[in-house]
């Protein structure tokens, strides 16, 4: 079995725990007697795949996040180096358990969970990474406006925003839900989608600022932006959206096979129910702060 490690280039401050939980997990593999490869997130390549039966990640969300785009089939075991610092929404294991966790995956006992990924198609053409998280369609600038016609299966409407947010449920604990949105169990296969800071003035709200995609339904989106972008799983991978360009996205065929703890789901949907309620909190207290603007006035 070949199994390629991945990892990231850390923060200054997080580098020394950083490579001690690196050199944790490589102990581990080589005490295991696996075949192992050692890679950097940023030298990944698409033809890697062929000859890879396990990705194991060392770092953070971040760097599952990065993998997932180069995975078919095989699974992924992320193992978050600096739990004191780092979430680690997507991580199953850390350096002092990861041996354990490891075992229990290949004797059976641990298996991997298939998390449903979005499918991309720019201009006609179907992009060759698969979205795990959520994507981000904005402004280049981001103090610019977002302009783009938003088509939910119910006809084209005009939205402008600050950008839109589109979800998998696993990426729904992530911004979305900062956003307003809600928070998805790791087994819901439909899409979210929410517009960030909407801007209608005196018009009336346009539909389809907050929905859902169900399996099978295609979300459409074309923009009006000179310098439009689309942010794939993050701020490292993302391809322009200029004016008249059109992005449709659908539920992928191809699901992320994950290793997962129903613990570790129990942990992510905890997080973001905890963002959703700070979120709403937040809001009420910026309306009980103009109210109480207005009444000083």
């Not at 947010?165 to 809600?182: D, E, K, R």
């Not at 800071?197 to 346009?206: D, L, Q, V």
């Not at 169900?214 to 009006?224: A, D, F, K, N, V």
Request: with cysteine.
């Amino acid at each position: 079995m070949k199994v390629v490690l991945v990892t990231k280039h850390p923060r200054q401050e997080e580098r020394e725990k950083h490579e001690q939980s690196v050199r944790a997990v490589r102990n581990s593999l080589e005490s295991l007697g696996l075949d192992y490869g050692y890679i950097h997130r940023e030298n990944l390549q698409s033809d890697l795949k062929n000859d890879v039966d396990w990705f194991v990640t060392v770092g953070g969300d971040g760097t599952v996040l990065e993998t997932s785009h180069f995975a078919v089939e095989q699974p992924i075991l992320g193992v978050n180096s600096n739990p004191t610092s780092s979430v680690g929404s997507l991580c199953v294991a850390n350096s002092h358990d990861f041996k354990t966790v490891l075992q229990e995956c290949l004797t059976g006992t641990l298996r991997a969970t298939r998390v449903s990924r979005i499918q991309m198609n720019l201009n006609g053409k179907a992009l060759k990474c698969l979205a795990l998280n959520d994507l981000l369609v904005a402004n280049a600038n981001p103090a610019a406006l977002t302009r783009c016609w938003l088509d939910t299966n119910q006809g084209e409407v005009l939205h402008k925003n600050s950008g839109l947010w589109i979800s998998t449920a696993c990426g729904s604990t992530a911004a979305l839900v900062s956003s307003g949105g809600c928070v998805q169990s790791i087994e819901d296969r439909r899409i979210q989608w929410i517009c960030r800071e909407p801007f209608y003035a005196e018009r009336k709200a346009p539909s389809g600022l907050h929905g859902f995609l169900e399996p099978g339904q295609i979300l459409t989106i074309r923009s009006q932006m000179a310098e439009g972008r689309i942010y794939i799983d993050g701020s490292h991978r993302s391809e322009p959206f200029p004016e008249g360009a059109i992005l449709r996205l659908t539920l992928s065929d191809s699901d992320l096979n994950l290793v997962m703890t129903p613990a570790m789901e129990l942990r992510r949907q905890g997080l973001g129910r905890w963002r959703e309620r700070n979120e709403i909190e937040r809001r009420h207290e910026s309306t009980a702060i103009c109210r109480t603007g207005d009444a000083q006035k």
